[in-house]
Every structure is written in C-alpha cells, then in structure tokens.
C-alpha cells in the first residue's frame, strides 16, 4: 500500500494556472519532472490556451474549458509518443499556458530616424512613436519565435524583443503606403488603422501575434526640415511681399529704429512723394489754383510739356536742397568748425535734426536755418 502511494505521488493529476498577474504571456507549468497520469484533468481558463510539447516538438493545443488527457483529445501528441495502445502508463511532457487576452497601451517609438521617400520633401529622416494592443492568435509559433523555452514570459521581455520589429513592419508598411509625412502628422488616428491591414499580415505569419490597434502619437521631422516648413508658411502667411516690405519700412522709420537701412527707406519715401505732387491734378506745386491744365502762374500759356518739364526743374531744385541730409562731420565741414561741436549744437536743439538709430541726420534747410537764427 506504502508503494502505491509513493507512485501516486510521482503522478500528476490535475493540471491548471491561475493567471494572478497582468503581464504574462507565456507560463510552462512546473510539473518538478513528473509524469503525468493517464485521464489526468487538464484545466484551462478563459483568455488561456494551454500548448503541449514533447522533446522539442510543439504537440496540441487546447482551448477553454476541463480536458481529460487520453489519446482521443491529444492524438498529436499520442502520435508523437507512438503508443501503439494508447496512454495505458504515465507520460512525460511539457504544458505552456498562453495568454490570448488583447494586451492594451504597449509602447513602440524609432530609437533611431528612419528614411523615407516624401513627395514634397525629397528624401527626410523621420522619427515616430505611439502606443499598439496585441494579442496571441498562434500559440505554437509565438513559443518558437518569441517566447522560447522561457518559463515565465513576461510583457516587458516581449517589449525588448519586439520593439525593433514593429517599428520594422511599420517602417516597411509606410513605405509601402506612400503616405506624405504632412498627412501622417495630421491624421495619425485614419493612418493607424489603415496601417492594420498591411501590418498584421506579417506580425501574424513571423511571430503568431495580431495587432489590434495601432496609434500613431507623434511623427517629427529633423529640426532644419521643421525650420523650412516654418518658414514656408510665414511665407504663405505674408502673400504679397513688396507689400511686407513696405510696411516694415514703413514701421522702421516712424519708430526710429532703421539704422542704415531706415534712412535709405526715409529718403526713398520723400522723394516718392516730391514725384507725387509733381504729377498731381493741378500741376506742380506753386500752380494757381483756378489757372487752366496746361498753363502756369502768370496766365502764360506753355505747352503741357514744356509746362511739366519746367516745373520738374524748378520742383527738382527746391526739394533738392530741402531734403538733402548730411551727417555731423559733413554738417561740421560746411560750417568750418569742429565735429564736437555740431554734436553739442544738437544735443542742445540749437540746431535741429533727427537721430536714427544712434547717428545724427541734418537736412540742409535745418543749417540754413540755424545759420539765419
């Protein structure tokens, strides 16, 4: 009796797992080199599958439910022993029980740029993460190509393992997909899932995994491609650019702060204007106001174009010396005397000018008149 009870405890007659944690993948039951007993219970629970394998060789696979181990529910494995009538003794094998539940919020992202084809940007290296859910759909070749003979498999190893591979078959599945990188960053949620298709083939046939949803949260180009994007749309943006220049000119000068630049704008500007009241409705400036087109103070009548001609010149004159400007030294040499002095006449408002920036302007009128006063 003694004996028979040693040899039933060298027997395994239950089998089962209960899944007490979120991350397991893969789990071998420890059956401490037992044998297990013909018509033993094999209990598999919801979301597990439980895969046998015997000298290296994966054998059945059972779903869901309560198993009695004979030859009519594992006869691969029956077939693998070669027990020509059936489980008459104990046998030897190894149990994996598989997780098939969607794993959720794993994270996958490029550790390095990847190469892409773009239609508006030639060839960019591009960067991306995001999030993916997984689950198990072919237990036997998750166990050779993943999980191996690991007796606990856990979601961070498959995290390691898998990183490099999924970012692989997306690399290929946007390559494939011909996608622009602008329409990636602004519809990553439409481009995820349409990813699927071309993803899931290859993950299911490689590694017995299918991915279940794929999000793309992020897709950054390299700094000096963000920077032409930038500038393109300031671009756009501005639309006419003559007008752009005008107003910062424009801008420039009323505030004081054009430097070089600014004084070049200022005169530009005033002579625009000496051209304007040149050509205005009436004649040039001078004209009486009731005198006929064409005729010039005094009633005399000239010919339009001797008329235009002459006001140019007599115009041309007096803006001239009204709107020339020099600078202290120029100012300094005009007078006869020192630099130092011109800058301590204008800092004092004796004589008047503008400062642009750090540097004094004076127009010629403003001399004269500091010379009359």
């Not at 037992?34 to 046998?52: D, G, M, T």
């Not at 220049?245 to 000496?274: D, S």
Request: charged share 20%.
């Amino acid at each position: 009796m003694a004996l028979m009870d040693f040899i039933r405890k060298e027997l395994i007659e239950i089998i089962e797992w209960t899944d007490d944690s979120r991350d397991t993948l893969a789990y071998r039951w420890p059956d401490q080199d037992k044998q297990i007993k013909n018509n033993a219970q094999l209990i598999v629970r919801e979301s597990q599958v439980a895969q046998f394998v015997y000298l290296g060789q994966y054998a059945d696979t059972l779903g869901p439910g309560k198993h009695t181990l004979k030859t009519d529910n594992i006869p691969i494995l029956s077939t693998l022993l070669g027990w020509k009538y059936g489980f008459e003794t104990p046998f030897k094998a190894d149990v994996y029980y598989i997780v098939t539940r969607v794993f959720p919020g794993n994270k996958w992202g490029t550790a390095n740029p990847i190469m892409l084809r773009d239609p508006d940007f030639g060839v960019v290296r591009v960067r991306a993460y995001g999030q993916y859910d997984f689950k198990i759909v072919d237990p036997p070749l998750f166990l050779r190509e993943v999980a191996g003979t690991d007796h606990h498999f856990r979601l961070d190893e498959f995290i390691d393992v898998m990183r490099s591979k999924i970012v692989t078959v997306f690399t290929e599945a946007i390559a494939n997909a011909k996608v622009p990188v602008l329409d990636i960053a602004g519809r990553y949620s439409e481009i995820g899932n349409a990813l699927l298709p071309g993803i899931n083939p290859v993950t299911t046939a490689k590694y017995g995994i299918e991915i279940t949803s794929f999000n793309i949260e992020n897709v950054s180009l390299p700094p000096e491609v963000e920077q032409a994007i930038d500038k393109r749309g300031a671009m756009t943006t501005i639309g006419d650019m003559g007008e752009y220049i005008r107003y910062n000119m424009a801008n420039a000068v009323g505030e004081g702060k054009a430097g070089t630049m600014g004084f070049g704008a200022e005169f530009a500007a005033a002579m625009a204007l000496g051209q304007q009241m040149i050509h205005q409705p009436g004649g040039p400036v001078g004209a009486q106001p009731g005198a006929p087109k064409g005729m010039v103070p005094g009633n005399v009548a000239v010919p339009a174009a001797a008329a235009a001609g002459a006001a140019g010149a007599a115009v041309a004159a007096t803006p001239a010396s009204a709107l020339e400007l020099m600078n202290p030294a120029q100012v300094a040499n005009m007078l006869g005397v020192g630099e130092a002095d011109v800058l301590a006449e204008l800092e004092a408002g004796n004589l008047k000018g503008r400062r642009i920036g750090s540097q004094w302007r004076v127009t010629r009128e403003a001399v004269e008149a500091f010379l009359k006063a």
